[in-house]
Nanobody, 119 residues
Framework: VQLQASGGGLVQAGGSLRLSCAAS????????MAWFRQAPGKEREFVAA???????YYADSVKGRFTISRDNAKNTVYLQMDSLKYEDTAVYYC??????????????WGQGTLVTVSS
C-alpha cells in the first residue's frame, strides 16, 4: 500500500483544514487507517484512527474538534480539523495496516503534510 497525504497549509487559530490521504491498492477497505502528527522536537503522536469496521478513535487533545472519515470507493481517508489551535502545528502523517494508537504497529506511512497554525 502506498499512501499520499495532502491538504496541509497555513491557517489562523480557530480555522479549519481538511487533510486527505489517498491509498493505492485494491484492498484499502480492509485496512485500519490512522493519522499521527509530529511537532518539532517531539515524538510522533496519535491523532485519530478509523478501523475497517468504521469505528473511530481520537486522541483526547483533538476530540470534538477533529473528525476522521474514509471513502472506500475512493481509497481515501480524511481528517477534518476544526477549531485549530497553535499547538496543532505539526507534520501530519497518515498510516495504514496498524491496530492501535502506537506508531510502531503501522506498516505503511505517507510522506507527511505540514500544518501550521498561526496564533
Amino acid at each position: 500500500v502506498q499512501l499520499q497525504a495532502s491538504g496541509g497549509g497555513l491557517v489562523q487559530a480557530g480555522g479549519s483544514l481538511r487533510l486527505s490521504c489517498a491509498a493505492s491498492g485494491r484492498t484499502f477497505n480492509v485496512y485500519d487507517m490512522a493519522w499521527f502528527r509530529q511537532a518539532p522536537g517531539k515524538e510522533r503522536e496519535f491523532v485519530a484512527a478509523i478501523w475497517w469496521s468504521g469505528d473511530r478513535y481520537y486522541a483526547d487533545s483533538v476530540k470534538g474538534r477533529f473528525t476522521i472519515s474514509r471513502d472506500n470507493a475512493k481509497n481515501t481517508v480524511y481528517l477534518q480539523m476544526d477549531s485549530l489551535k497553535y499547538e496543532d502545528t505539526a507534520v501530519y502523517y497518515c498510516a495504514a495496516g496498524g491496530y492501535s494508537t502506537t506508531p510502531a504497529t503501522y506498516n505503511y506511512w505517507g510522506q507527511g503534510t505540514l500544518v501550521t497554525v498561526s496564533s
